[in-house]
């Protein structure tokens, strides 16, 4: 079993800034690419920012410059760094990743989600 944890989320002023975090645990052989989504109520799920392995890096265009997407691979660890937060920011955040499990062809994880909720 692979378990996706995320942190960080909470409440916080518009302009101000958020750190989330997204753990990767269990019988892990590699980790592909990792990616944080978020989903406000009433919304489809959208892609905020994603990683690949190597390091390349996207971003959605509404956070492009404010988010910093990043990993630590010998932590199995994914980061988004929010800054300059916005009251459209608020939502549910949830992690991604694509695991390969030691014997089990790799698969798409999610976590349990965070919510991100800016307000004044």
């Known amino acids: 079993q692979v378990q996706l944890v995320e942190s960080g989320g909470g409440l916080v002023q518009p302009g101000g800034s958020l750190r989330l975090s997204c753990a990767a645990s269990g019988s892990i052989f590699s980790i592909y690419d990792m990616g944080w989504y978020r989903q406000a109520p009433g919304k489809q799920r959208e892609l905020v920012a994603g990683?690949?392995?190597?390091?390349?890096?996207t971003y959605a265009v509404s956070v492009k410059g404010r988010f910093i997407i990043s990993r630590d691979n010998a932590k199995n660890t994914a980061y988004l760094q929010m800054n300059s937060l916005k009251l459209e920011d608020t939502a549910v955040y949830y992690c991604?990743?694509?695991?390969?499990?030691?014997?089990?062809?790799?698969?798409?994880?999610w976590g349990q989600g965070t919510q991100v909720t800016v307000s004044s």
């Open positions: 990683i690949t392995s190597g390091g390349i890096l």
């Open positions: 991604n990743a694509e695991i390969r499990r030691i014997g089990v062809p790799r698969t798409s994880s």
